[in-house]
């Protein structure tokens, strides 16, 4: 069998107890341990980081749903080739959308995929901060506007696509596999 990543993987008991429990919480929930918890956990401080970053991004209540969250890291991470991502946050996705069928689409081609007119504004916006950021002008942020996106929102839009660009290089460098968990979720509509 494959190592799930090029980086030590360390074992859970020799882990700082934080980090270890919030591993444990999740292997708890979703019945095994995501790949990225363990890739990333070698390192600490780093882990503590990205994770602080990651849920103030993902886990808002207020402005993006969670599905739209969601479904611009799918697109993020296709465009960057992120396979882990890809697959790891299409199971999200698909759970979170209600929708068996919506991270493939979106994964594939979201400009064919079925998605809202809201949404392929929001997925525009998130691929020009994923491919040509330095492009970004106030006609992007108007365009935003006009489909109902505040101007917070907007901001979480390209920070989350930011964000995921850097995650999807970390995951694509180390070949971060995907657990094989992922696969399966929420294809049951």
């Known amino acids: 069998m494959k190592p799930i ?21 999740v292997q708890e929930k979703s019945g095994f341990i995501p790949n990225v918890f363990l890739m ?9 980081a990205f994770m602080a970053y990651h849920d103030t991004l993902m886990d808002k209540r ?5 599905a739209e969250r ?3 890291v799918v697109v ?10 890809v697959i790891a946050h299409g199971a999200i996705l698909r759970i979170r959308a209600k929708n068996p069928l919506i991270a ?4 594939s081609n979201w400009r064919k995929a079925d998605i809202t007119p809201r949404e392929r504004a929001m997925l525009t916006f998130a691929m ?19 489909a109902g996106f505040t101007d917070d929102e907007i901001w979480d839009i390209a920070a989350i696509a930011a ?24 294809r049951q509509a």
């Open 163 to 186: 964000f995921f660009g850097m995650s999807n290089r970390l995951a694509n460098v180390t070949s971060l596999r995907p657990n094989d968990e992922f696969y399966a979720m929420g």
């Open 128 to 146: 020009k901060v994923t491919q040509a950021a330095n492009e970004t002008d106030e006609a992007d942020h108007e365009a935003l506007r006009a």
């Open 76 to 85: 993020v991470s296709a465009a960057n080739q992120c396979q882990y991502c």
């Open 5 to 25: 990543a090029r980086t030590p993987i360390p074992r859970l008991a020799d882990l700082p107890d934080d980090i270890r429990i919030r591993i444990e919480t």
């Open 104 to 107: 493939e689409q979106v994964a």
């Open 70 to 72: 969601e479904m611009i």
């Open 62 to 66: 207020e402005g993006l749903s969670k």
């Open 40 to 48: 990333l956990a070698h390192r600490p401080e780093e882990f503590r």
